[in-house]
């Protein structure tokens, strides 16, 4: 019987690698194997640890107490600054948003403002808890409009948030205005920085020009921070502060009414590992300050070289000016974004594409970890080349028929028939399994730009009816 380590480690070798630096969305990744080994021996330690309930685990309480105090320094917080060591980014985002919900009772239909950039955990949040999304333009260097965000606030809003940095464009919201606008009408003003959080200060502190967006912008109540992202903690940890312990307060959820312990919890999950927490500590602790600076100043290194770099490629520009790890990139006509993916794919690098979306085009998002640095001559060929033959196998066109087929479908009652019709007229049906299975495509310029055509509506019923499909148990 084979070992199941060694069954995990063969499947696993047909995942995106997290090592390397070649895989420019979803891992960050710090470049140094010291660092990663004490961050996975922690989780590994800490796995069957509960921190459900502090008292009963204390030395999991003594982490999340000292991982907030490092954010809450890191972010020029007051001493008032509280905080809560969250699962990931969308966590935090979600708690957010329900604490401002909750801080207002009164409210009868809540609102929350957003830049059209704001991540997608927003309109989860959204969805969750029944705050209607206020969506605001943004201007066309991508950054939120503190004018129409202002406009858009009214007695319903319990919210207003901006992006340090947002995620498709890398570039960070001017808090400072939008944070005015939300104290002068008393509503809370939530700065997501999952991204950017752990990464800006150094940039500022390297001589970065970076807008403001800190605690010390008078009006910012809450922040959220992922430690899985560039903290390079391992996956499942991201911090959300908040200014006061008055306004964390609604986040808290108790429930004595039932026989059982009394239930109290400061996030989503009521049980939960210790792993992550363990893990992000124990990389925090072992980097230190000293660490991150140097891994600051080398991501750094890398994007703008990265930058400088795509000026001199032809049909590739930068989709707005970074002022962070991230970047977007806009392709010209007759070089389609989404074979330029598939070419990097080929040639071992990920890169990730970004649909078009309210009237921008269709993107390429890099985010850059300090281990790709010494790969940036590689990345530059490869894009190069990508690019080349982007650019000689012409336009992806999505077969007419297909096309006629998604238009005519609505998005609100997708039936597993209609699905079944698209894949079959799309050439997405394997002849494997009684009902077909799915036959993932090794290039997916052409799924990508079927779903480019489709309307927002239209590409998360398609991608909800694909997920349901792929997530369909293996019976033996
Ligand atoms: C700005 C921003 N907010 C929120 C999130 C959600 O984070 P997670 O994927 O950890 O849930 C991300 C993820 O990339 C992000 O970039």
């Known amino acids: 019987m ?18 390397g630096g070649r895989t420019l969305a979803y891992v960050y990744d710090s470049g140094l194997p010291d660092i990663d080994r004490i961050g996975r021996e922690a989780v590994a330690a800490y796995a069957g640890s509960n921190g459900l309930d502090p008292t009963a685990f204390p030395s999991l309480l003594r982490m999340e107490t000292e991982v907030v105090g490092i954010v809450a320094d890191l972010l020029a917080a007051p001493e008032t600054v509280v905080g809560t060591v969250t699962s990931g980014g969308t966590e935090s985002v979600l708690l957010a948003v329900q604490t401002a919900r909750d801080a207002h009772p009164e409210i009868d239909r809540p609102r929350m403002v957003l830049p059209s950039t704001a991540h997608a955990a927003f309109h989860k949040a959204a969805h969750y808890f029944g705050v209607e999304p206020v969506l605001v333009p943004v201007g ?14 009214d007695d319903r809003t319990v919210l207003v948030v901006a992006s340090a940095p947002s995620y498709a464009h890398g570039v960070v919201d001017p808090v400072t205005a939008i944070a005015a606008v939300a104290a002068e009408r008393g509503v809370r003003c939530h700065v997501d920085a999952c991204i950017g959080g752990w990464v800006l200060p150094y940039a ?13 912008v008078e009006g910012v109540t809450s922040i959220s921070v992922d430690l899985h992202k560039y903290a390079y903690a391992p996956k499942g940890t991201s911090v959300l502060l908040h200014r006061t312990p008055q306004l964390r307060r609604p986040q808290f959820f108790a429930s004595a009414s039932w026989p059982g312990y009394t239930m109290l919890n400061s996030t989503m999950q009521s049980t939960k590992s210790g792993g992550p927490l ?56 007759g070089c389609d974004p989404f074979t330029v993916c598939d070419e990097m794919a080929a040639r071992g690098w990920y890169v990730q594409p970004q649909m078009s979306y309210a009237g921008a085009p269709a993107t390429i998002h890099l985010s850059v970890s300090a281990a790709t640095l010494p790969h940036v001559t590689e990345l530059l060929a490869a894009l190069r080349e990508a690019v080349a033959a982007a650019v000689a196998s012409g336009p992806v066109s999505v ?23 698209l894949l079959a007229a799309a050439g997405l049906v394997g002849e494997a399994g009684p009902d077909g299975d799915l036959a993932l495509p090794q290039r997916m310029a052409e799924v990508n730009a079927m779903l480019n055509l489709a309307s927002p509506a239209m590409r998360e019923a398609l991608l909800v009816a694909f997920l349901d499909r792929l997530t369909r148990p293996r019976r033996s």
């Open 278 to 333: 363990a893990g992000a500590w124990a990389v925090l602790t072992s980097l230190g300050d000293a660490g991150y600076e140097r891994l600051a100043r080398d991501v750094f290194e890398a994007v703008d070289r990265i930058a400088a770099g795509i000026t001199d490629l032809p049909a590739l520009s930068l989709a707005g000016k970074p002022d962070s790890t991230l970047l977007a990139l806009t392709t010209d006509a």
């Open 399 to 421: 077969d007419p028929g297909v096309a006629a087929f998604i238009a005519d479908l609505d998005p609100r009652a997708l039936s597993d028939d209609d699905f079944d019709g």
């Open 204 to 216: 500022s502190r390297l001589g970065r020009d970076v807008p403001a967006w800190t605690f010390a």
């Open 2 to 19: 084979t070992d199941a380590l060694d069954q995990l480690r063969s499947m696993q070798a047909a995942d995106l690698p997290v090592h």
């Open 140 to 153: 066309p260097d991508f950054r939120a409009d503190p004018a129409t965000m202002a406009a858009a606030i």
